[in-house]
C-alpha cells in the first residue's frame, strides 16, 4: 500500500505577514507564529514566501510544490481572505513518494482517471491503444502498490485529479 494517508491533508492559516495563526497538522501546531516559510525545507523557502505574499497583497490564488523538513513533497494550494486577522488559507497536500516512480504517460493516464475520464477517453485523448491504457494503469497500481483498480482509481481522484509535478 502507498505510504500516504488521509491524515497529510491540512490546512494551515497565515496572517498578513506570513506567520502562522492556525494549523490542522498536529506536528505544526507548535510553530504558530512563526512564519510559514520557517517551517519548510530551505530549498523551498522563497517558493512559499512568494506564494503567501502574492496570496495576500495581490488577492491572487496560488498552486506551489514545496518540500518540508523531512524531504517529503507537498502540493500547496493559497486563498486568499478577508478575515482582519487571517489573510492566507493554505491547503496542504503531502504528495506519496511513489508517485515519483511512475512513468510520465502512467502519470497522464492517472491524472485524467482522477478527473472522471474513463479509460476508453483516455486512450483517445492520449492517441493509444486501450491495451496501452490498461497497462499503463496496471503498472502504476504495481508500483503504487494498490490492490485493486478501484483503489487505483480513488488514489487518483485524490492525488492527480489536479496537477503534480513530474518530478515529485
Known sequence: MTDATL???YVILCDWHGRLVWSSHPEIEKFVG???WE??????????????????????????????????SVRVWA???????????????????????????ELACLRLLGQGIPPKQ?????????STVHTHMQRSRE?????????LVAFAGHYCRVAVDDNV
Open 122 to 130: 483516455i486512450a483517445v485523448k492520449l492517441g493509444v491503444s486501450m
Open 34 to 36: 512563526d512564519t510559514v
Open 143 to 151: 508500483k503504487l502498490r494498490l490492490k485493486t483498480f478501484e483503489s
Open 79 to 105: 486563498w486568499p481572505l478577508t478575515s482582519p486577522d487571517n489573510a492566507v488559507c493554505l491547503l496542504c497536500m503531502t504528495v506519496p513518494r511513489e508517485l515519483a516512480s511512475l512513468a510520465p504517460r
Open 7 to 9: 491524515d497529510d491533508t
Open 39 to 72: 517551517i519548510v525545507a530551505d530549498e523551498s523557502k522563497e517558493t512559499i514566501k512568494s506564494c503567501v505574499s502574492r496570496t495576500a497583497t495581490l488577492r491572487e490564488p496560488q498552486s506551489v510544490r514545496i518540500r518540508s523538513k523531512k524531504g517529503r
